[in-house]
């Protein structure tokens, strides 16, 4: 295990776009920061958004997971184009010939995926903390330990972003080809969503099928959450809207994702072990 | 004597090709090993098989009497195929130092094998930065980091100028004399015979030979002979019962024995017939020339 996390370390210590890439995702998550310095003074109207309960606890864990998880691309690029450029350096053979097995190399992509997922949660978690214990209402321990589950869902939702990331770069084997198919990807997801929703027969329910697609399956495990802040909710009710859906996280996406992590590590296996090099 | 690998039936067809058909064939440690064929005969396929790369259609192979899995047995191998992959972005040392981690060696080698190949200093340089005769050189000290107990070699000169294949036939003549177990798959017939005591012969994925160099065909090599009467030379060597014919060819009269024969002997016999000779020389056929009449034969 330290041996594989070694190996994969050592690629990317050494690649000077994948060190700025990460560099980067770090300062970005850090840059949430910022947003507590958000304030409009135009005469009569003031407003500073952290005073609008946004660092409060326990809804910072949510928002921060929420605006954290945008920046996921970042990681996504390096984690693309470390399995692309094995094989376009052609390294993976190499690796396999020196004594590397197909499963240890797998594994040393996953040690890296689980890394990042980790850190980044462990990231978005002492910033929440540090902004919460600055700006919220309410510092009372109950308060700050309540709502962890997005701090899981953030987790959950990054290792199988990445694990989808490896599988592409496994599958397509050129970085900027994989990385367009996942746009690809999250486009006909939304065609399927709008077919299902306009063809569906009346017993099946479009979006409890759009629930199992990978992409949002992802999306649904934090869901936004503005509709959550008090000034928004007194808006809505002024303007007679129903804003009031679901903001939790759900069991059954956890379960969801989860499954479709597991699907990716699958068939990433399945394809290294079939091909030839 | 220990045997590092057993072939079995190993084949591998691609779509209607059968690139390896049926290769069966032992190595023992000690010994140097060719694989020998032209371009497109299975050479390279082969070594990905056994090197965990390229899936057998079927049959199997097993390293080392079959004691460890195929990526463990691998640690102990060192190899060198087609062209050198290594990360163009690392440089000489960090590329090693990830070799060791793969194989679980210590990193202490890492500078004895640089220098070896006249690399050390080099190391600091990006893999990127090498010529290929560099680039080549530099596989070669990855595949020797463990010591290992075979070194497999995939066409090792292909490619480089004239000074770089002298180096690296330097580097792998010094490992063979050290007793390491090679096998070197090439189409150069002269690099084969500088080196090789076995040789696997290919021909369109088929094994047409296995064996030893020297017993590649079944040959008692020729005479060389030269006296200041050449019409009195030729007549004896006829008058000989154990010489097959004789023929002058240039300057030399071309004799092929029946049997194994011995320069002293022949010497002998002809001296009885009162002819001096003022040049005798035993020939074998080269490789080139035994490897010609094998695949013509197995053509025919």
Redesign the interface.
């Known amino acids: 295990m330290k041996r594989l996390f070694l190996i994969e370390f050592d690629k990317l210590r050494t690649n000077r776009s994948s060190r700025i890439l990460i560099g980067a995702y770090f300062i970005l998550l850090t840059s949430i920061a910022l947003i507590a310095a958000i304030k409009f003074d135009i005469g009569p109207i003031k407003f500073h958004l952290a005073e609008q309960g946004i660092f409060n606890f326990p809804y910072v864990w949510h928002f921060n997971a929420f605006i954290g998880a945008w920046f996921k691309i970042f990681l996504a690029v390096v984690i693309v184009s470390m399995t692309a450029n094995e094989y376009s350096n052609k390294t993976l053979k190499q690796n396999l010939i020196d004594g590397l097995s197909k499963r240890e190399f797998l594994h040393s992509k996953w040690v890296i995926i689980f890394a990042f997922a980790g850190i980044s949660t462990l990231f978005i978690f002492v910033v929440s903390l540090i902004l919460g214990l600055i700006y919220s209402n309410y510092t009372e321990v109950s308060v700050i330990l309540k709502d962890f589950e997005y701090l899981l869902a953030y987790f959950v939702k990054h290792v199988a972003f990445f694990a989808f990331c490896l599988f592409l770069g496994t599958a397509i084997k050129r970085s900027a080809f994989a990385l367009g198919f996942l746009g690809i990807w999250q486009m006909f997801e939304g065609f399927c969503y709008g077919i299902l929703k306009w063809k569906s027969p009346s017993w099946l329910d479009a979006d409890q099928v759009f629930r199992l697609f990978p992409l949002n399956a992802m999306s649904n495990l934090i869901p936004e959450p503005f509709t959550r802040l008090s000034a928004v909710r007194n808006l809505a009710n002024q303007v007679e809207v129903d804003v009031f859906k679901n903001t939790n996280v759900q069991f059954w996406d956890i379960v969801i994702v989860l499954l479709w992590a597991y699907i990716f590590y699958f068939l990433t296996y399945r394809l290294l072990t079939r091909r030839d090099l | 004597m220990k045997t590092i690998l057993n072939v079995t039936n190993l084949t591998k067809t691609f779509g209607r090709l059968t690139a390896v058909d049926a290769l069966s064939f032992n190595i023992n440690k000690g010994n140097v090993y060719g694989i020998l064929g032209p371009n497109g005969s299975g050479k390279s396929t082969t070594l990905?098989m056994i090197?965990?790369?390229?899936?057998p259609t079927s049959g199997a192979f097993s390293w080392f009497e079959g004691t460890e899995?195929t990526?463990?047995?691998?640690?102990r191998?060192g190899?060198i195929?087609e062209?050198p992959?290594?990360?163009?972005?690392?440089?000489a040392a960090?590329n090693l130092?990830?070799?060791c981690?793969?194989?679980?060696v210590p990193k202490a080698k890492i500078e004895e094998k640089l220098a070896l190949v006249d690399l050390l200093d080099r190391k600091n340089d990006t893999f990127k930065t090498f010529s290929l005769g560099m680039k080549q050189r530099l596989a070669i000290a990855?595949a020797l980091l463990n010591d290992p107990e075979i070194l497999i070699l995939d066409e090792p000169t292909n490619g480089l100028d004239p000074q770089g294949i002298a180096q690296v036939r330097d580097i792998i003549q010094k490992i063979a004399t050290q007793g390491t177990t090679i096998l070197l798959a090439s189409h150069l017939l002269d690099e084969v015979e500088k080196v090789c005591s076995h040789v696997l012969v290919l021909q369109k994925g088929k094994q047409i030979y296995f064996g030893k160099v020297n017993e590649l065909t079944k040959d008692h090599g020729y005479f060389e002979l030269n006296a200041t009467d050449m019409e009195a030379l030729q007549s004896a060597l006829d008058s000989l019962s154990f010489i097959e014919n004789s023929a002058l060819k240039g300057a030399f009269i071309i004799a092929h024995p029946n049997t194994t024969l011995s320069a002293a002997e022949l010497s002998k016999a002809l001296t009885a017939k009162g002819i001096i000779v003022t040049h005798l020389a035993q020939k074998h056929k080269s490789l080139e020339e035994q490897f010609l009449t094998l695949t013509q034969n197995q053509q025919a």
């Open positions: 990905g090197l965990n790369v390229v899936n899995n990526h463990q047995a691998l640690k191998v190899a195929i062209r992959n290594f990360y163009p972005y690392m440089t960090q130092r990830l070799v981690r793969i194989k679980e990855s």
